[in-house]
C-alpha cells in the first residue's frame, strides 16, 4: 500500500471521529432531553419567566361550571367552594345540598368542606358566580393564547413517564398517560400545556410533583374534554372548555374549571388554586 493510500485513510478516520464527537453529544444529549419536555427552551424566552395565568375570582372555587356537577358514591369528597352559573341549583346532584332559610345565598353538603353556590341563590351570589365564570372563560383564553412555547407536540401526545420542566407547551392532538408523569420544579415555577384535544389520564395513573412543584402553578388548557381513570391522581388547574370526568375513586389536588359539566364518582378534589387578592376575592 502506497504512503499516499494510508495518509488519505487515516485522514478520512480522523474526519469521521471528529464527526461523532460533534454530533454524538448533541445526540445523545438529546435523547437524555426526550422525556424532560424533549426540546430545549428556546434562547429568546429564557429572560422571560413564564407568569401565572390569572383566575381572578374563578380561583375562589375548587370546581366551577356553567352546566352543573354530578356526583355518584357517598365517599365523593371536596375541599373548597362550588359553584355552577348560569344553570340552577338543581344541576347540583347528588349532594344532598342543605340551605339554611336564614341565609338562601349559598348552601352545604356533607360531601363538600366549604360553600355551593348557583345562579339561582339570593344576591350577591348570581352577580358573584356571574363574574367568576366570565374569569373562568378569561383564564381559558388567556392559557390558550400564550404565544412560542417552549415545546411543541411532545411524544406526540403520549407522555407517559415523562417529566415536564417549567415552560409553556403545546399540542394540537389528545394528551395522555397511563401511569406516571412528573412536573419538576420550584415553587414559583410554572407549567402552561395548551392542548387541542381530550385529555385521557389511565386508570391507576399518577401526576406526582418535584423540587418544590405547586400544583396552583401547573395550568392545563384543554380544548376537548377530560377523562381522569378510575383511582388515578392528577395536579393543576384544569381549565376545559368542555366537560371534566372523574371515575371511581380519582382524585385532583388543583381546580377542575370547567365550561360545561363535572361529574364525579366517589372522588376527591382538594382546591389548591389561586383567589387573586387584587380583585377583591375573599376566599373561606
Given at each position: 500500500?502506497?504512503?499516499?493510500?494510508?495518509?488519505?485513510?487515516?485522514?478520512?478516520?480522523?474526519?469521521?471521529?471528529?464527526?461523532?464527537?460533534?454530533?454524538?453529544?448533541?445526540?445523545?444529549?438529546?435523547?437524555?432531553?426526550?422525556?424532560?419536555?424533549?426540546?430545549?427552551?428556546?434562547?429568546?424566552?429564557?429572560?422571560?419567566?413564564?407568569?401565572?395565568?390569572?383566575?381572578?375570582?374563578?380561583?375562589?372555587?375548587?370546581?366551577?361550571?356553567?352546566?352543573?356537577?354530578?356526583?355518584?358514591?357517598?365517599s365523593t369528597s371536596l375541599?373548597?367552594?362550588?359553584?355552577?352559573?348560569?344553570?340552577?341549583?338543581?344541576?347540583?346532584?347528588?349532594?344532598?345540598?342543605?340551605?339554611?332559610?336564614?341565609?338562601?345565598?349559598?348552601?352545604?353538603?356533607?360531601?363538600?368542606?366549604?360553600?355551593?353556590?348557583?345562579?339561582?341563590?339570593?344576591?350577591?351570589?348570581?352577580?358573584?358566580?356571574?363574574?367568576?365564570?366570565?374569569?373562568?372563560?378569561?383564564?381559558?383564553?388567556?392559557?390558550?393564547?400564550?404565544?412560542?412555547?417552549?415545546?411543541?407536540?411532545?411524544?406526540?401526545?403520549?407522555?407517559?413517564?415523562?417529566?415536564?420542566?417549567?415552560?409553556?407547551?403545546?399540542?394540537?392532538?389528545?394528551?395522555?398517560?397511563?401511569?406516571?408523569?412528573?412536573?419538576?420544579?420550584?415553587?414559583?415555577?410554572?407549567?402552561?400545556?395548551?392542548?387541542?384535544?381530550?385529555?385521557?389520564?389511565?386508570?391507576?395513573?399518577?401526576?406526582?410533583?418535584?423540587?418544590?412543584?405547586?400544583?396552583?402553578?401547573?395550568?392545563?388548557?384543554?380544548?376537548?374534554?377530560?377523562?381522569?381513570?378510575?383511582?388515578?391522581?392528577?395536579?393543576?388547574?384544569f381549565l376545559c372548555s368542555?366537560?371534566?370526568?372523574?371515575?371511581?375513586?380519582?382524585?385532583?389536588?388543583?381546580?377542575?374549571?370547567?365550561?360545561?359539566?363535572?361529574?364525579?364518582?366517589?372522588?376527591?378534589?382538594?382546591?389548591?388554586?389561586?383567589?387573586?387578592?387584587?380583585?377583591?376575592?375573599?376566599?373561606?
Amino acid at each position: 500500500m502506497s504512503l499516499i493510500t494510508i495518509n488519505h485513510t487515516l485522514v478520512v478516520t480522523a474526519l469521521l471521529f471528529a464527526a461523532v464527537a460533534l454530533l454524538g453529544v448533541p445526540m445523545v444529549e438529546s435523547l437524555r432531553q426526550e422525556k424532560r419536555g424533549g426540546l430545549r427552551r428556546q434562547l429568546d424566552n429564557e429572560d422571560t419567566p413564564l407568569s401565572a395565568v390569572k383566575l381572578l375570582t374563578a380561583g375562589r372555587f375548587a370546581v366551577l361550571t356553567k352546566t352543573g356537577v354530578t356526583t355518584t358514591g357517598s365517599s365523593t369528597s371536596l375541599t373548597g367552594d362550588m359553584g355552577t352559573s348560569p344553570i340552577k341549583a338543581a344541576a347540583i346532584t347528588g349532594f344532598g345540598l342543605i340551605t339554611d332559610p336564614s341565609d338562601t345565598t349559598f348552601s352545604t353538603s356533607s360531601l363538600v368542606t366549604g360553600d355551593v353556590f348557583a345562579s339561582d341563590y339570593t344576591s350577591p351570589t348570581p352577580n358573584m358566580l356571574t363574574v367568576a365564570v366570565l374569569d373562568m372563560q378569561a383564564a381559558y383564553v388567556d392559557a390558550a393564547g400564550r404565544p412560542d412555547p417552549d415545546y411543541t407536540e411532545l411524544g406526540a401526545g403520549n407522555i407517559e413517564g415523562f417529566t415536564l420542566d417549567p415552560g409553556l407547551y403545546k399540542w394540537g392532538t389528545d394528551v395522555g398517560f397511563t401511569n406516571s408523569l412528573t412536573f419538576d420544579g420550584n415553587a414559583t415555577d410554572i407549567w402552561i400545556l395548551q392542548i387541542d384535544g381530550d385529555v385521557k389520564v389511565g386508570s391507576g395513573a399518577t401526576v406526582a410533583l418535584s423540587g418544590g412543584a405547586k400544583a396552583e402553578n401547573i395550568f392545563w388548557q384543554i380544548a376537548g374534554k377530560a377523562d381522569l381513570g378510575t383511582t388515578s391522581h392528577v395536579e393543576g388547574v384544569f381549565l376545559c372548555s368542555t366537560a371534566i370526568t372523574f371515575k371511581t375513586g380519582s382524585s385532583m389536588n388543583g381546580a377542575a374549571l370547567a365550561q360545561t359539566a363535572v361529574t364525579l364518582d366517589s372522588a376527591v378534589i382538594v382546591k389548591e388554586s389561586v383567589c387573586d387578592a387584587d380583585v377583591g376575592c375573599v376566599e373561606n
